[in-house]
């Protein structure tokens, strides 16, 4: 059974400037969590459709594997997993224009192995949800603190909803 998970959240920020950040790889570092222990082994650069991103995280490390097939220029693109803990991934990172700034969304898709599919679910759902707050929280805070600091508002999340597709 295929899920899906959606985490949103405004930057207080152009477009261009949140997607800049996101579109460099580096950053994956800076923006996730400590317990994640991310660490880039290879990544295209400049990002691009058909650029590839390996990466190993936290005990017991897993390697992931995932290749960008669509990339549109600061408004979207979407990495793919070839290799790795899922037996399906494809995450959307959507950049929106705001009244305030920019409006983050990722649309993560994915199966679990069917073995640990029933029980899994739930804690992978509970995980997403951690780490894409974080993500979201630490972009914000990064991109803040460039240059002259923003006064805006504090961090909000707009929303965050999970559902499974049937079929």
């Given at each position: 059974m295929r899920?899906?998970?959606?985490?949103?959240?405004?930057?207080?920020?152009?477009?261009?400037?949140?997607w800049a950040f996101y579109n460099d790889t580096k950053n994956i570092n800076l923006i996730s969590p400590k317990y994640?222990?991310?660490?880039?082994?290879r990544a295209d650069m400049p990002m691009r459709a058909d650029s590839e991103i390996?990466?190993?995280?936290?005990p017991p490390k897993i390697r992931w594997h995932v290749k960008v097939v669509e990339h549109l220029a600061n408004h979207h693109f979407v990495d793919q997993q070839v290799s790795g803990p899922f037996r399906f991934w494809r995450h959307t990172h959507l950049f929106e224009p705001s009244d305030v700034g920019t409006k983050l969304t990722d649309k993560v898709e994915f199966t679990l192995p069917p073995l640990i599919h029933w029980?899994?679910?739930?804690?992978?759902?509970?995980?997403?949800?951690?780490?894409?707050?974080?993500?979201?929280?630490m972009t914000r805070n990064l991109i803040e603190n460039r240059g002259i600091r923003?006064?805006?508002?504090?961090?909000?999340?707009?929303?965050?909803d999970r559902h499974s597709l049937h079929g």
């Amino acid at each position: 059974m295929r899920h899906s998970f959606s985490y949103s959240s405004i930057i207080f920020a152009p477009r261009e400037e949140v997607w800049a950040f996101y579109n460099d790889t580096k950053n994956i570092n800076l923006i996730s969590p400590k317990y994640a222990r991310v660490k880039i082994e290879r990544a295209d650069m400049p990002m691009r459709a058909d650029s590839e991103i390996i990466t190993t995280l936290w005990p017991p490390k897993i390697r992931w594997h995932v290749k960008v097939v669509e990339h549109l220029a600061n408004h979207h693109f979407v990495d793919q997993q070839v290799s790795g803990p899922f037996r399906f991934w494809r995450h959307t990172h959507l950049f929106e224009p705001s009244d305030v700034g920019t409006k983050l969304t990722d649309k993560v898709e994915f199966t679990l192995p069917p073995l640990i599919h029933w029980l899994a679910t739930p804690i992978v759902h509970l995980l997403l949800k951690m780490y894409f707050a974080h993500r979201h929280r630490m972009t914000r805070n990064l991109i803040e603190n460039r240059g002259i600091r923003r006064k805006m508002p504090r961090f909000q999340t707009i929303s965050m909803d999970r559902h499974s597709l049937h079929g």
